[in-house]
């Protein structure tokens, strides 16, 4: 019992002694977020990522890395809509850390400021891990990643006042490369329109809208359900009728079910990188949407 | 003195510089309006160049063919878009309804098949713990159902409570408790009725194990899992490496404080520190060690045993009981990602001290009340590893041990009772072996076989085979790592 108080008043000491840390602590729960807060905040801030492009972010561990981190965080920007449902809600409670609590400048959540497709008009379990807010993988529409940007851009001179000015001027910086970036983009995508592409999972969605590909089937069977021999068999079957241009899934998916399909469909599958990380390319945002496009426009034709 | 001349210092240094600001303004008068008529031509130019953009914008949707898709694109995306917005914004719940806590229920049932009969279950060279610790019933039996309701209550606080419906109709308050939201620094604070931060497996629910039993441990040293009313105070350090520290008060409303209930007494009657310590090895690895203390001082602490006569005794103890645990848990999966693939060790050593008086037959139902010293070491451990393999399948293996030692009888010593009229603290050291796989449809449905081979009675092997649903409704829960 002593020296345990011993070791608090110690633990004590040494919290008072830190120096209050120059950069602003930015918490993504996903890389996108993170590598928009880095556009935007450059040097005044300091990002760290909760996943990484190769995690499934439906499931992930709250470890204890994690609620370390939300600790001394000064913001937490996430995708919210029930994505992080299974792990946040720890990190946030365990954390004790009322700057980031939801409701407050220091809480972000992405899937707020967008309008979201596929809300499901009966929410029922027996129709997968679904959302009953809609879909909450948002980012993979260029026009979302401006909206958050212009919010986050805002939150981030809401809580670092003394920056603010410096934060707008890189967020109208930013907006400015991304018009252009996405001008190009629409352009490239124009010989994409009504691509047929079979999906894994229902993160594409947004892509897909924005694209104006067509959707036409899923290697899951229902949402957050993995892929079973007899869903791969009707696709199959339904390729052999109607063939999709490609087979599509992220970087963080097991391949084998896209690369059955592929090899008995005889359709090329593609991964996308998903999000910033998610390949080599994808380096950051910008290269996020050119490595997307330009895999997709591979198989185009 | 000092601060005196400082201020003085400060009105001089203000009125300076107002003064230097006043005759500034007059020279700089004529070069502030040119500075301004510039930004005025700046602005317009740049509105000139929004207005080239949009119309360059309206020219290229007109070009492209206005499908019904463009259309929602097309120059008027963002009125069509605030639209949508306002339209989900106001189909959203209205009412009392809308602020119904997050409910979910556990549903979860058992096939048993035990080669021993379940009731005579008992550990050997343990002191019975009273809690719910035998295997379920032969044949079918339906488990705990879980009813857990939650919310945020206001800006400050969340309620959680915990209900357990048990299959003989009873209903048992498992947690019901309030936790800061508030408070920052790392701190927060919860009260009321809660599992113990007593070792890893002791916070988590039943439904979240990944066997269908408690490790032999749990049912020695805690009773199944220990629930105590009282609070706690938890602190997380602001560092890059989890570190946590805390401690709780309770009331030691059941074993290993006594009596069942707990004493009737003001202050507390349980008191248990504990700190976490944890971090990530690389992307594909994370950790965590624990270490609690827990502290309680039992008084009449009864349990039943049958004297060298054979005749059914009542005896207590009064004393003090000091519980050590170590705890560790490592989780795997390639990346980190643990949907197709992952492993994880888990580990737990117990050490239980206890000192103080031992009274035999308490109720004269054989020789009459005596009373006489005891004292005793004890300690037991499990590790255990499960590993999925494919996407919904898992494996997993369990190895339980305890070591009763040999407990100090100040009776038998003095020669007033034998060693054979405390037959259940002869000592001891249970083992068992458990193998488990278990199938997960989806993330809130899962089916297990279990064998195990259960030597926690001296001489009785048992060889248990379960096979068990774990279904969750409703809410979807997130789970501590």
Redesign the interface.
Known sequence: MKSMLTFIMAAGAILAATPAAAALNVFACEPEWGALAQELGGDRVSVYSATTALQDPHRIEARPSLIARVRTADLVVCTGNDLEVGWLPVLLSQAGNAKVRPGTPGFLEASQLVVKLEVPRIVDRSMGDIHPGGNPHIHLDPRNIARVAGALSERLAQIDTANADAYRARAASFQDRWRAALQRWEQQAVRLRDMPIVVYHKDMSYLVNWLGLREAGSLEPRPGIPPTPSQLAELVQRMQREPAKAVIYSAYNDPRAAQFLSERARIPAVMLPYTVGGSGAARDLFGLFDDTLARLLAVAK | MFRKGASALAVWAALCFCHAAHAATEDDLKELRDQVRLLKLDYERRIEALERRLQQAEAAAGKAEATA?DAGLAAGKAES?AT??AV?ASSRPAGENAFNPAVSLILNGTYSNLSQDPNSYKINGFVPSMGEVGPPPRSFSLGESELAISANID?YF?GTLFAALAPDNSIAVEEANI?T????????IKAGRFRSSVGYLNEIHPHGWDFADAPLVSRAFLGGQLSDDGVRL??????????D?G?ELGRGRSFPAGPEGGRNKNGFGSSN?F??????IG?ST???LGLSHLQTSPQDRMYDDADAAGAMVSNSFTGKSRLWVLDGVL?WAP??????VNFKLQGEYFRRDEDGTLTYDTSGASLGAQAGGYSSRQSGWYLQGVYQFI??WRVGYRYDRLDSGTARLGLVDSGALGAADFPILASYNATRHTLMTDWS????SRLRLQFARDDSRKGMTDNQVFLQYIMS?GA??????
């Open positions: 898709r878009a949508q917005a989900q800006p969340r936790q939201m508030g408070l920052s620094n790392g701190l927060t938890k602190w997380v350090a602001p560092a890059e490496l989890y570190l520290v401690f520190l700190t976490h310590l944890g971090g990530d992307a994370a950790w965590q989780k990346n980190g990602n643990s949907t197709d996407p919904r449809p989806s993330e809130f409704l979807h829960g997130a789970h501590k790592f």
